[in-house]
């Protein structure tokens, strides 16, 4: 067995950006960091014999980077005819109004704050670019507008920030809750289940070519995580700062900010449940 197959998902090797589906390309934006990996995965999503192509998540607001998505398409004799956002964080979608005006291609979110277009999208939409097949699947946790894509012909989804390809998300409280993002995990297992999806395109980091045993970790790290946060307040860790402190002790201490947020979360959800 393969360093790559022991980890969780079975994160796939070499070179992030460039083909990854028969159906899916990634353009990696150049805006690494200890949150964003080795930067924002803006996919070029489009049927094989087809001229038109739909981009997911154009990524920061960076003119080259824009201007790679744009060329990827063209190289492969197409135009970008749709912008989709997985969710509003600016590593996502701060480059959409711009690229928008690049491709004249209208963008669809579920946060109408961030659509360009009379269109959103909602739970049950289906895309349907030329001849692509894109579902919508609502997946609200990480934040309250996070949505993935399930792309039936190369049985793979398309994660956003929901699932990463290394590590794990976060859930930004107060927008996002953790109940919300467990009953979103608990959604994209059964895409695993009875849909077939055994590939996550993710926002950040490499493809996992094991869907089903990319979520059981992380439904597991979660209630992992839960349980240290609820020991760590019977022991007397008061607040969000003094948990983080002792139970994240083995995650970068660049991370802890991030880590707060989620801990915010699971003290909520501790709470509404009556455990704390």
Sequence with gaps: MTEAAALPGQPRGGVLSGPATARAVNVLAPNPSAMTLDGTNTWVVAEPDSDLAVVIDPGPLHERHLAEVVA?????????ALTLLTHGHPDHAEGAARFAELTGSKVRALDPALRLGDEGLAAGDVITTGGLELRVVPTPGH????LCFHLPADRAVLTGDTILGRGTTMVAHPDGRLGDYLDSLRRLRSLTVDDGVHTVLPGHGPVLEDAQGAVE??????????????TAVENGYATASEVVAHVYADVDRSLWPAAELSVHAQLEYLKEHGLI
Excluded: M
């Design 72 to 80: 990827t398409a063209e190289r492969a004799g197409k135009r970008v």
């Design 143 to 146: 934040t309250a507008d996070s």
């Design 217 to 230: 970790f992380y439904l597991a790290h979660r209630a992992s995580r839960l349980a240290q946060v609820e």
